[in-house]
């Protein structure tokens, strides 16, 4: 049985992780959580769930200790994206710090685990050349504190490649979405507010900032179906984006959504909500990853859209 | 007057930074140091002299805003390479926390200012090919969690430079050395044994570990010449190497300190001195830099060699 140790367990991906992994019987999942949820209760095993704060150097070595792992997903990070000094400085030093204690309890108590480093397609930040999906050796040029922290975590990971031999897959997932997602995300936030106006709970007016900008989406689903694929077929030491290869812009969001909503929805285009430091178009070329492991979306982006709008209907 | 802030102006670089730039009668020097020592006093005005600490965002803040620079050097770093948890953790935040806290607050308070960011030419770590020497465009595989830090630093500078146009120059010096580095580093550690040896405190012997390990040793005070160039003429957003593109091994070093000493010393390799993660060659390719600033080393590694051991000698 391996046994399959997931941080971040508890968050939007990490739920979506563990559902692909039950489909397997034989995976041991054991779910390393910030505070235990409700959520997480129903889908793990209680004895397998181990609450603490891998800030903690002490918390990361009994974790890795009592659960000896075969497969580690790392997931666990702070993702707030929002500029202020105190929270991007504890951004970065948080997820470092997590990695680190990670990587080092890897090294001294699983030192045969393949350990799966969950990076961004948001490292690559500012692309130079907007012409062609990104591959992964594309410059990094990373845009806020909280990619400059993926750069950090890869480089910590590879370190570890490097100077232990430890068995290490660097992925970097391009925007993906889905049921759970929390409003901080573009699709969930529209598709929030188009029901929203169904409901008659608000105007019938939708505020955004630049529709243009370009985004490569894959569903949640086909996200972890990727890290699974990646655990068992990527070659150790190695980087990979995964996505889609496809862009879209949000103006092309808000049609999916019109044409999957009876809200009859004027769009308003604030210059306010443009975030200067916006990466204007970022598609993945994932070819590497697909060659090698065979994977291909299932779902498309309309179903993915549709799922999320049933989501808020029955909330 | 142009008015010039050091961070990390105490330490063995940051002294002489100043001695260069005292070279320019015109520049006014500002010193942020973590404390006061009696060296920094006999160098700087005591009232251009500001201790406090650059992880702390305020006193960042209260530096830029009362120094208003027009040049930042900024050379403030934790260096420690050992590896523990907390030492790398530590090492790791605070380069970050520092870094984010002086381009935050030069974005506030001194945006026109050059911020030159010092990295280090350990971000390339193991390097792949080693037949020549690295330019800048060599992938970054750091061998620890120090390196790691420089690529955190460099990625925030980038970052700030790409987000909000900050002026800032990228440096990535090879090893350096001079009177006044720590015996931490490995000549200043050999030069300060045969010494001791000359006196007849130490034992004949010597014990090194791998002597083959090869390194680009510029001397200290070219170092800094070309750092004051580079606030001169290098390209805004841009990354510079700088090195001599020669590399001397550990065993040719050991032969220049028999040829300067009267000590007749016997060198011991002992395995156990090897460092597991150390990079087996690193030489810069510094065309980029020279090319644009005309910046060639004057010092040569014999003559560094000289000024160490008679420091030691007179001490």
């Given at each position: 049985?391996?046994?399959?140790?997931?941080?971040?367990?508890g968050?939007f991906?990490g739920?979506?992780?563990?559902?692909?992994?039950?489909?397997?019987?034989?995976?041991?999942?054991?779910?390393?959580?910030?505070?235990?949820?409700s959520?997480?209760?129903?889908?793990?095993?209680?004895?397998?769930?181990?609450a603490?704060?891998?800030?903690?150097?002490?918390?990361?070595?009994?974790?890795?200790?009592?659960?000896?792992?075969?497969?580690?997903?790392?997931l666990?990070?702070?993702?707030v994206?929002?500029?202020?000094?105190?929270?991007?400085?504890?951004?970065?030093?948080?997820?470092a710090?997590?990695s680190?204690?990670?990587?080092?309890?890897?090294?001294l108590?699983?030192?045969?685990?393949?350990?799966?480093?969950?990076?961004?397609?948001?490292?690559?930040?500012?692309?130079?050349?907007?012409?062609?999906p990104v591959d992964?050796?594309?410059?990094?040029?990373p845009?806020?504190?909280?990619?400059?922290?993926k750069?950090?975590?890869?480089?910590?990971?590879?370190?570890?490649?490097?100077?232990?031999?430890?068995?290490?897959?660097?992925?970097?997932?391009?925007?993906?979405?889905?049921?759970g997602?929390?409003?901080?995300?573009?699709?969930?936030?529209?598709?929030?507010?188009?029901?929203?106006?169904?409901?008659?709970?608000?105007?019938?007016?939708?505020?955004?900032?630049?529709?243009?900008?370009?985004?490569d989406?894959?569903?949640?689903?086909?996200?972890?179906?990727?890290?699974?694929?990646?655990?068992?077929?990527?070659?150790?030491?190695?980087?990979y984006?995964?996505?889609?290869?496809v862009?879209?812009?949000?103006?092309?969001?808000?049609?999916?959504l019109?044409?999957?909503?009876?809200?009859k929805?004027?769009?308003?285009?604030?210059?306010?909500?443009?975030?200067a430091?916006?990466?204007?178009?970022?598609?993945?070329?994932?070819?590497?990853?697909?060659?090698?492991?065979?994977?291909?979306?299932?779902?498309?982006?309309?179903?993915?859209?549709?799922?999320?709008?049933?989501?808020?209907?029955?909330?």
């Amino acid at each position: 049985m391996p046994k399959v140790l997931i941080t971040g367990a508890g968050g939007f991906v990490g739920t979506h992780l563990i559902n692909e992994l039950k489909k397997s019987p034989e995976n041991e999942i054991y779910a390393s959580v910030y505070k235990a949820t409700s959520d997480i209760t129903t889908l793990v095993d209680q004895t397998h769930i181990i609450a603490g704060d891998l800030t903690d150097y002490a918390f990361a070595e009994s974790l890795v200790k009592s659960v000896q792992p075969d497969v580690i997903f790392h997931l666990a990070a702070l993702s707030v994206v929002h500029n202020s000094a105190s929270l991007a400085t504890s951004v970065m030093s948080s997820n470092a710090t997590i990695s680190y204690n990670m990587l080092e309890a890897t090294k001294l108590y699983a030192s045969r685990a393949r350990f799966i480093a969950i990076s961004s397609g948001n490292v690559y930040g500012a692309v130079e050349d907007t012409t062609r999906p990104v591959d992964e050796l594309t410059p990094l040029r990373p845009l806020n504190p909280y990619a400059v922290s993926k750069v950090t975590q890869e480089m910590l990971a590879l370190q570890y490649s490097l100077s232990y031999g430890l068995d290490v897959v660097i992925l970097r997932p391009f925007n993906h979405t889905g049921v759970g997602q929390t409003r901080d995300f573009v699709i969930p936030r529209l598709a929030h507010q188009f029901v929203q106006i169904e409901k008659k709970l608000l105007d019938p007016v939708i505020e955004v900032g630049n529709i243009e900008t370009i985004r490569d989406f894959t569903d949640v689903a086909d996200m972890v179906r990727g890290y699974v694929l990646a655990s068992q077929k990527c070659i150790s030491g190695e980087i990979y984006n995964i996505g889609t290869g496809v862009g879209h812009t949000i103006a092309e969001i808000i049609e999916i959504l019109k044409s999957l909503s009876s809200a009859k929805v004027e769009v308003k285009i604030l210059d306010k909500l443009v975030r200067a430091s916006d990466v204007p178009i970022l598609v993945a070329d994932a070819s590497k990853f697909m060659d090698l492991t065979g994977w291909k979306p299932q779902v498309s982006l309309q179903d993915t859209i549709s799922d999320i709008l049933e989501s808020y209907r029955l909330t």
